[in-house]
């Protein structure tokens, strides 16, 4: 009876197909703590997800198909920042939040800070496709920010510069363990606040650019009022 009991007790779990599925994609995770994608082995996801290499195989097709699912579980973030209404409306205040919070995720994401390192480095069909299926959430995001910054006699690239912004904060975020940057340190606990600050000076100069039209449309318009030739108004304003 007792050896019945142990027997009993050592028998594995049974898992189902999802639970299965659900077990290695965690497993690549928690690899993706101490390895690079390009490291990782079949052999390594079926130990660490305590199964055979045969059945990441026929769950999934290829170690390729493995990572193409693993990447969706953390492009999550993707949907979650640039699926935002609010976001989609033109809102300042959602892009400033949108660049804050993509800050904090990638200083907290080794997965997708190594994700980001594998598409620089290492061309294929996994990392194209993950770098495409990002750039369509950038797209969507931008449009209505584009149709503001266009308008006025000075049209703002800003897909460009929200562009350079995000790859900057990449770049910045990898970058930290390797040296300063700009005699910036972002590899210390207020290195995120120190970024975050940056990124929104830079929006709030992108802004004072995209009101300054209206501004100086409303001085002439007082100085006006006052009695002010208008003439002499626009000789002191054209150099602004």
Known sequence: MKENQSTKGTLRRRRTNKQVQADILSAV???????????????????EAKTDPN??????????????????????????????KALKRGERSALERMFARMTDFLYNSPEMQRLLVWEITDVNDTTCRAAANRETYYREAYEAYERQFARGGEKTPFRQIASLLIAGTYYLVLHRHTSTFGDMDYDTPDGPVRLKKVLHEILDMLYERLERPQRV????????????????????????
């Open 29 to 47: 995770g928690r690899i993706l703590q101490e390895k690079d994608f390009t490291h990782i082995t079949l052999m390594d996801i079926a130990r």
């Open 217 to 240: 449309s409303e001085a002439i318009r007082r100085l006006k009022e006052r009695g002010v030739d208008e003439q002499v108004i626009r000789e002191c304003l054209k150099d602004l």
């Open 55 to 84: 059945v990441v195989l026929r769950q999934f097709g290829s170690l390729e198909q493995v990572f193409d699912c693993y990447i969706r579980t953390i492009d999550y973030w993707m949907h979650d920042l640039f699926g935002n």
